[in-house]
């Protein structure tokens, strides 16, 4: 990719090749995220960052995991993780149980509901990606770009600072 070594006008700095580039990335991923929550509030009343938090708890298991972690995992605040975890508790997908670690801690766990409502939506959620995220690109290419995304989220992740 070629860049231009200094941007001195607006029209360069529209048009510079590195700023396009991230522009697109950045367009793409709001354009799917878009599509594919419409999808889950849809099909499975829910919404993307609730299938989000439903992944990380179906990743973490038994016991559950402290509301720090989850905020963690999702890049919000601690109130932000709060507020989330009340709606989805409300709707019936988590429940909060004492933490055998800590007897003062919670941890936040997916109800029976929340593990199906877990699988029901992946499946929609599979079937979207495929047909929203792959299928545009051309096959030989699709595990490769799989593989500079993941780099590029954990380059990013590890730029972050990590909560208190």
């Known amino acids: 990719m070629r860049e231009q070594a200094e941007i001195s006008t607006p029209q360069e700095a529209a048009n510079n090749a590195l ?6 990335l950045q ?6 995220g878009y599509i594919l929550g ?6 499975c009343g829910i919404s993307h960052l609730m299938y989000e938090v439903l992944l990380i708890l179906g990743r973490a ?12 995992e999702q890049v919000l605040t601690t109130g932000g993780a709060t507020r989330l975890v009340d709606r989805m508790e409300a709707a019936g997908l988590v429940e ?3 933490d055998p670690g800590d007897r ?10 929340g593990a199906q409502t877990t699988v029901a939506a992946s499946r929609v959620h ?4 495929r047909r929203y995220f792959l299928e545009p690109l051309p096959p030989e290419d699709r595990d490769r770009f799989a593989e500079d995304l993941r780099i590029l989220s954990h380059a990013a992740r590890d730029e972050l600072p990590r909560l208190p």
């Open 96 to 98: 909060r149980a004492e």
């Open 61 to 72: 298991g038994e016991p559950g995991l402290s509301m720090r972690a989850v905020a963690q």
């Open 104 to 113: 003062r801690g919670r941890l936040v766990r997916l109800t029976r509901k």
């Open 38 to 43: 419409r999808s889950l509030e849809q099909e």
């Open 126 to 129: 599979v079937e979207n990606i």
């Open 19 to 24: 700023v396009l580039a991230f522009g697109r």
């Open 27 to 32: 367009g793409a991923a709001n354009r799917l």
